[in-house]
């Protein structure tokens, strides 16, 4: 039995090529084929390529012979194997046979390699059985598709020259020296290049109309694997002079009557066109000797001119477009053209009747503003700019929208009530033909009363978001007040604490004792008398009657009005909603006859609905206010002694004080209303 050493030996040698003859065991380590190239199977093999055989030790060159090594293919008509000829070498730094072919390689053809076993190493071992491998050569280029295609004619002087090949190109063979166009015997310059499998020639300038040209592509032109066109590829083409432009319809038409004074003019013609040739030179539209203004515009096919202006009423117009027009393949029209329109005779709309009407009172708040035209009218020309509804200087926002002669302006929200409103009309709207209004359309109307009692005049105590006559105080926290001042009158300014942390953000601080700004000490006394008037208005307001209040007004919904609670006044058991009913000018009046006290988080808050607006909800209190922690409140609070902020509590309002203190207990803000 072999040792294991032994067997590990043997197989060794396997591995490497082990020589045997039949009498004897392993004689020696027997030279083999490691790699080929090209490698077995292998295709689209480059025509020039050199053979090489490497082996896995060193060879006798003696024995690399034309006998030992061939290379055949099978590319004869009788199917026989062609011997290729060549020359051979040995390249002992690689253990390699080259085998160089005396011409390049014929195209899309199968060689056969073959290594003779007589082909020995330098210790005399030779190859133990002939080594044989295949390999196919690269497709021949041919050219597929040319455009324009061989003896087109009728060919566009904008062209480009392409062709397209069966096979990936070698995009450096291809240039201008390999790809050539001709007219006659004149080379025509442009630049090649090449995407995918398509050469394109692009001319530097058009073609000439008429022109007979060809195309060559040489043999220098070669795929990615490196093989040339068989033979230099030619094809021709001729150009056609390309059509002259005409005008195949006109607007208004020729000799059309009772053209809107509103009409734009237009020419659609046969080509495209080439927009820099229209000009106020080679387009005219005349009014006799007149010549109306305007601006061109040309696009694809159409020329539209826009007049500055209404055209002339009742007029005969003359539009003419010069021969100095092109399209946009370089060709001129042949010859000038003209044509005749008459415009309709002017009768100018007018406002036959609006609504509201003039001079209208108690117009719903949720109206529309309408206005009928004597004649059928321009939509387009009925815009937010030509139709508005003004309070006092300020526009309305709202859309307007024609049908016929009927105008209307939709207001996007509610008018408000008690006010005056002025709609106008102007000289920019146009009947259907373009006529103008002659002169501008102005009303007013007034709308419905608004809900509830008439609102309470603060005067210049409306400037302050707090005004106390003995003390303001912020106990802790940041709080602010935003937009408005902080005033104390007869108080000093010892009397304010707490600010900061408090701040006053777009406003001041007052006292009466301050020397700077000069007078202010006045201001605050005016200041302090109109809140008294308004303290002594809200405390007699009657009208409409005053509706006697709850203790608790907590959870319900009150419309506008005045609400009277003899006693004190609790917001507790849930919030209370103050609902407009749409009318933003909608007022409240509360006249409480001793304290004000709510409740913040689970109730206690005042939420506003129905357009409803802090600005006129007033709180005239007999004593004092507390304004519950957390507390979401809205309002004027006119109170006789003190005004409390609990922790957290927040205002949309004014905490006005006649003869007490303004507390502020921690984090509040109070906002303009």
Same mark, same amino acid.
């Given at each position: 039995?072999?040792?294991?050493?032994?067997?590990?030996?043997?197989?060794?040698?396997?591995?490497?090529?082990?020589?045997?003859?039949?009498?004897?065991?392993?004689?020696?380590?027997?030279?083999?084929?490691?790699?080929?190239?090209?490698?077995?199977?292998?295709?689209?093999?480059?025509?020039?390529?050199?053979?090489?055989?490497?082996?896995?030790?060193?060879?006798?060159?003696?024995?690399?012979?034309?006998?030992?090594?061939?290379?055949?293919?099978?590319?004869?008509?009788?199917?026989?194997?062609?011997?290729?000829?060549?020359?051979?070498?040995?390249?002992?730094?690689?253990?390699?046979?080259?085998?160089?072919?005396?011409?390049?390689?014929?195209?899309?053809?199968?060689?056969?390699?073959?290594?003779?076993?007589? $082909? &020995?190493?330098?210790? !005399?071992?030779? /190859?133990?059985? =002939? #080594?044989? +491998?295949? *390999? @196919?050569?690269?497709?021949? %280029?041919?050219?597929?598709?040319?455009?324009?295609?061989?003896?087109?004619?009728?060919?566009?002087?904008?062209?480009?020259?392409?062709?397209?090949?069966?096979?990936?190109?070698?995009?450096?063979?291809?240039?201008?020296?390999?790809?050539?166009?001709?007219?006659?015997?004149?080379?025509?310059?442009?630049?090649?290049?090449?995407?995918?499998?398509?050469?394109?020639?692009?001319?530097?300038?058009?073609?000439?109309?008429?022109?007979?040209?060809?195309?060559?592509?040489?043999?220098? $032109? &070669?795929?990615?694997? !490196?093989?040339? /066109?068989?033979? =230099? #590829?030619? +094809?021709? *083409? @001729?150009?056609?002079?390309? %059509?002259?432009?005409?005008?195949?319809?006109?607007?208004?038409?020729?000799?059309?009557?009772?053209?809107?004074?509103?009409?734009?003019?237009?020419?659609?013609?046969?080509?495209?066109?080439?927009?820099?040739?229209?000009?106020?030179?080679?387009?005219?539209?005349?009014?006799?000797?007149?010549?109306?203004?305007?601006?061109?515009?040309?696009?694809?096919?159409?020329?539209?001119?826009?007049?500055?202006?209404?055209?002339?009423?009742?007029?005969?117009?003359?539009?003419?477009?010069?021969?100095?027009?092109?399209?946009?393949?370089?060709?001129?029209?042949?010859?000038?053209?003209?044509? @005749?329109?008459?415009?309709?005779?002017?009768?100018?709309?007018?406002?036959?009747?609006?609504?509201?009407?003039?001079?209208?009172?108690?117009?719903?708040?949720?109206?529309?503003?309408?206005?009928?035209?004597?004649?059928?009218?321009?939509?387009?020309?009925?815009?937010?700019?030509?139709?508005?509804?003004?309070?006092?200087?300020?526009?309305?926002?709202?859309?307007?929208?024609?049908?016929?002669?009927?105008?209307?302006?939709?207001?996007?929200?509610?008018?408000?009530?008690?006010?005056?409103?002025?709609?106008?009309?102007?000289?920019?709207?146009?009947?259907?033909?373009?006529?103008?209004?002659?002169?501008?359309?102005?009303?007013?109307?007034?709308?419905?009363?608004?809900?509830?009692?008439?609102?309470?005049?603060?005067?210049?105590?409306?400037?302050?978001?707090?005004?106390?006559?003995?003390?303001?105080?912020?106990?802790?926290?940041?709080?602010?007040?935003?937009?408005?001042?902080?005033?104390?009158?007869?108080?000093?300014?010892?009397?304010?604490?707490?600010?900061?942390?408090?701040?006053?953000?777009?406003?001041?601080?007052?006292?009466?004792?301050?020397?700077?700004?000069?007078?202010?000490?006045?201001?605050?006394?005016?200041?302090?008398?109109?809140?008294?008037?308004?303290?002594?208005?809200?405390?007699?307001?009657?009208?409409?009657?005053?509706?006697?209040?709850?203790?608790?007004?907590?959870?319900?919904?009150?419309?506008?009005?005045?609400?009277?609670?003899?006693?004190?006044?609790?917001?507790?058991?849930?919030?209370?909603?103050?609902?407009?009913?749409?009318?933003?000018?909608?007022?409240?009046?509360?006249?409480?006859?001793?304290?004000?006290?709510?409740?913040?988080?689970?109730?206690?808050?005042?939420?506003?609905?129905?357009?409803?607006?802090?600005?006129?909800?007033?709180?005239?209190?007999?004593?004092?206010?507390?304004?519950?922690?957390?507390?979401?409140?809205?309002?004027?609070?006119?109170?006789?002694?003190?005004?409390?902020?609990?922790?957290?509590?927040?205002?949309?309002?004014?905490?006005?004080?006649?003869?007490?203190?303004?507390?502020?207990?921690?984090?509040?803000?109070?906002?303009?209303?």
């Amino acid at each position: 039995m072999k040792s294991l050493r032994t067997i590990a030996f043997l197989s060794l040698l396997v591995v490497m090529g082990s020589c045997k003859d039949e009498n004897v065991a392993i004689t020696g380590i027997c030279p083999v084929v490691i790699s080929t190239i090209p490698a077995n199977l292998a295709s689209g093999v480059d025509l020039a390529t050199n053979i090489t055989i490497t082996f896995n030790e060193a060879m006798n060159p003696l024995t690399i012979t034309p006998e030992t090594f061939t290379l055949t293919s099978t590319t004869n008509t009788a199917g026989t194997a062609a011997v290729i000829s060549g020359v051979l070498t040995y390249d002992a730094a690689t253990n390699s046979i080259i085998f160089n072919p005396t011409d390049a390689l014929p195209v899309n053809s199968v060689f056969t390699g073959r290594v003779e076993p007589w $082909v &020995k190493d330098m210790m !005399g071992n030779a /190859l133990q059985e =002939p #080594y044989i +491998w295949t *390999f @196919t050569t690269g497709v021949q %280029p041919v050219v597929t598709v040319v455009f324009p295609a061989n003896n087109a004619t009728g060919v566009p002087v904008a062209t480009d020259v392409t062709a397209t090949f069966n096979i990936p190109m070698l995009s450096s063979s291809l240039s201008n020296l390999t790809f050539t166009v001709m007219k006659g015997l004149t080379p025509v310059a442009g630049v090649v290049t090449y995407t995918g499998q398509t050469a394109n020639f692009n001319p530097n300038l058009n073609l000439d109309e008429g022109g007979v040209y060809t195309a060559t592509l040489s043999t220098f $032109v &070669k795929s990615a694997l !490196g093989i040339p /066109l068989m033979s =230099p #590829y030619t +094809w021709s *083409f @001729t150009v056609i002079a390309p %059509p002259a432009p005409i005008v195949t319809a006109y607007s208004p038409a020729n000799n059309a009557m009772n053209v809107p004074l509103s009409s734009t003019v237009t020419a659609t013609f046969s080509l495209p066109m080439n927009s820099a040739t229209f000009t106020s030179a080679s387009f005219t539209l005349k009014d006799g000797a007149t010549t109306l203004l305007g601006s061109l515009n040309v696009v694809g096919n159409v020329m539209t001119f826009t007049p500055n202006l209404p055209l002339p009423a009742n007029r005969d117009l003359i539009a003419k477009i010069t021969n100095t027009v092109r399209a946009t393949n370089g060709v001129a029209m042949v010859a000038d053209t003209s044509w @005749t329109f008459r415009t309709v005779a002017a009768i100018a709309p007018t406002v036959q009747s609006t609504n509201p009407a003039n001079l209208a009172s108690g117009v719903a708040l949720n109206s529309d503003i309408v206005a009928l035209f004597t004649q059928t009218m321009d939509g387009s020309t009925l815009t937010n700019t030509s139709f508005t509804v003004r309070l006092g200087t300020t526009n309305v926002p709202g859309s307007v929208s024609t049908v016929g002669a009927t105008t209307t302006f939709n207001p996007t929200s509610n008018l408000l009530s008690g006010e005056t409103y002025t709609a106008t009309i102007t000289t920019a709207v146009r009947n259907s033909l373009g006529v103008p209004m002659a002169s501008q359309y102005q009303w007013t109307f007034n709308t419905t009363a608004p809900l509830g009692p008439n609102p309470v005049i603060l005067n210049s105590v409306e400037a302050y978001g707090i005004i106390a006559g003995v003390g303001v105080r912020n106990d802790a926290g940041f709080s602010v007040i935003r937009d408005m001042n902080v005033g104390i009158s007869p108080g000093v300014r010892s009397s304010i604490t707490g600010f900061p942390p408090a701040t006053v953000v777009n406003g001041a601080i007052h006292a009466s004792d301050d020397l700077v700004p000069t007078g202010i000490a006045a201001i605050l006394l005016a200041a302090k008398q109109h809140l008294v008037d308004a303290y002594n208005y809200a405390e007699g307001a009657t009208f409409p009657a005053p509706q006697t209040a709850d203790v608790d007004q907590g959870g319900l919904t009150l419309a506008p009005g005045i609400y009277k609670a003899s006693t004190s006044l609790l917001i507790q058991n849930g919030d209370l909603t103050l609902d407009a009913q749409g009318d933003a000018n909608a007022v409240w009046i509360f006249q409480i006859g001793s304290a004000l006290t709510t409740v913040g988080g689970a109730g206690g808050n005042i939420v506003l609905a129905g357009g409803a607006q802090a600005k006129n909800i007033y709180w005239q209190v007999g004593s004092s206010a507390t304004i519950g922690d957390n507390t979401i409140f809205k309002g004027n609070v006119l109170a006789l002694s003190d005004i409390t902020m609990n922790s957290g509590a927040v205002a949309e309002g004014r905490m006005l004080a006649r003869n007490g203190t303004v507390v502020m207990t921690s984090a509040n803000t109070i906002t303009k209303p």
